[in-house]
């Protein structure tokens, strides 16, 4: 049986995620930078780079940049939006990382974590970040805040957009936060296209955990990119700061 998330990265995906922007990507690699303290010139993963906004701003700002991800379609969007060839892309699943090059820093962001259904799956990407860190070198995982997540749950919203209804539904269930996507062509009135995603959830002392046993070294969380310190019932996000300790 196909995965969520070897469904849901397709074209309707730039369609409903359209309002992430550039600008607030450069605003986010900004705070990066400083809680990374990389060095000029630094070799930068962005793993699970989707179409590339991250990845391209870290190359702005002077890195050396490698992104991968699992959609073709997403890929081929960054790869677009890269006319000068500065990142590097790669289709790959973020578990088993065909790369040779050791990297100063990994990060992955917005919530590109938790999609598996068990745990070890889960441990398996932090020991792909851990392999392909150098000693020392650093990370981000920017992930959901549980806590906010329980609170502030929509369970249901609809708009329009280039001549598309989309509807979502969202629920937890299980532990996990799961959305169904239905998008309407307007025009042709026909059925739904339908998209499921699914996030597992965890807690700041569950991940911190993880990353312990993927021997990684877990150095701060942050609540948002405008927050130095994470609170559990307040924050939007957990975005755990950290390294790999040297060997």
């Keep these: 049986m196909t995965a969520w998330y070897e469904k849901s990265f397709g074209e309707d995906y730039l369609l409903v995620y359209k309002h992430r922007d550039v600008h607030g990507a450069y605003e986010e690699v900004h ?3 400083q809680w990374l303290k990389l060095h000029p010139g630094a070799d930068v993963l962005d793993l699970c780079c989707g179409m590339g906004r991250h990845a391209l701003a870290l190359a702005d700002a002077g890195f050396q940049v490698t992104g991968v ?14 006319t000068d060839h500065r990142v590097r892309w790669y289709h790959a ?15 992955n962001l917005f919530t590109s974590f938790g999609y598996f259904p068990e745990d070890i799956e889960q441990l398996k990407v932090l020991r792909a970040m ?18 906010y997540v329980k609170k502030h749950l929509v369970p249901h919203s609809v708009r329009e957009d280039e ?5 979502e539904l969202r629920r937890i269930q299980d532990g996990f936060v799961q959305k169904e996507i239905r998008i309407t062509d307007l ?28 021997e990684l070294h877990l150095d701060q969380v942050h609540g948002s990119y405008d927050e130095e ?3 559990e019932q307040t924050s939007p996000r957990m975005i755990f700061v950290g390294h790999r300790p040297a060997d």
């Design 31 to 33: 705070k990066m930078i």
């Design 69 to 82: 991800d699992l959609s073709d379609v997403l890929l081929n969007e960054a790869r677009e939006l890269d």
């Design 93 to 107: 699943d973020m578990r088993r990382l065909p790369l040779q090059a050791r990297f100063d820093a990994v990060v």
């Design 130 to 147: 851990h392999d392909v860190l150098r000693p020392g070198g650093s990370f981000i995982i920017d992930f959901i805040n549980t806590a």
């Design 163 to 167: 001549g598309q209804r989309i509807e």
């Design 187 to 214: 025009a042709d009135g026909t059925e739904p296209r339908i998209y499921k995603e699914s996030v597992k959830l965890y807690t700041r002392e569950e991940l911190s955990g993880m990353l312990r046993e993927a």
């Design 229 to 231: 310190i994470y609170e």
